[in-house]
């Protein structure tokens, strides 16, 4: 099929072999590429009956067979290669995400653990790593609140800081990327060291007049400028918070609409997802979903990862 056509209407329509073929024309451009040694020549696609579907053999290198899904997020998975593809497609085309049990009545997946553990490695495979390009030009920096509606009978709590909800900071370059992350607290100290090792040190800095992130403006060549919201400044001179407060609204959309309630344990990873799609925002869905399973290359999430680990909520960089 053609890879720029492709859509979930299309995806649909092929078998599994149609589907695995697909996959490697994505992963693989220029050909199979042994994941154990990485020779990109001499291997033999295995057909006999003694042999699952799309085995390759390495001649060349290290003599071990693999297929497309190894070295992946798919590593490993009993899931069919054509619902991975479509839930690639779903998760990469729905602007305010979708929910696991969504998603399982879509593709008629067995159970709901299945499609749980699907939806994490698809985040998984999302991830940006906070020190591979820095966010460049005018970044915006901000931080919110995040967290599902109030139980029947749970009193009202003030909205901010010193609630139970969790925080999450974003940098936003102005028309650019975004990349944002739990934090454990909102203080000079994290916010400072959010900037400083995302951020190229030529940025311009805007945020609002929040006294943690007073004395950033040394650490960048182009200043720290703010708005005063509490004044009703929400723009000056070129300076605002506008595109931050616009990636924590889609944000915020997909907790109350999709999922309704986001665990802190969890909640890195969809704002994994979020941050890849603000990311890919000016391609079309396609595009998107291209560039999400070449991203999952390397990468491993086993189901008692994201079910007995916790990580640092601080820290963008853990694996998990």
Known sequence: MDLSKMNLSELSKLNEEQARETIERIRWPSGPVCPHCGCVDGHTKLNG????PGV????AGCGEQFTVTVNSVM???????RHWLMAFSIICSAKKGISALQLQRQLGLGSYRSAWHLCHRIRHAMLQEPLKGLLEGTVIADETYVGGKRRRGEKRRQPGRG???TPVVALVERGGRAR???????????????????????????TDEFAGYKGVGQHFAGGHHTVNHGKGEYYRDGVSTNDAEAFFSLLKRGVMGSFHHISKKHMHRYCNEFSFRWNYRKDDDASRTIAAIRA????????????RKMVRADDPSAPF
Do not use: F
């Open 75 to 81: 590593e490993g998975s009993h899931i069919s290669i």
């Open 56 to 59: 390759w053999k390495c001649n």
């Open 296 to 307: 999952g290359d390397g990468k491993r999430l086993m189901y008692q990862d994201p079910i």
């Open 49 to 52: 009956k003694k042999h699952r």
């Open 180 to 206: 944002a992350w739990p934090i454990t607290y909102v203080n000079a100290r994290t916010l400072h060291k959010a900037l400083r090792d995302n951020v190229h040190q030529s940025a311009t800095i805007h």
């Open 163 to 165: 609630t139970p909800k």
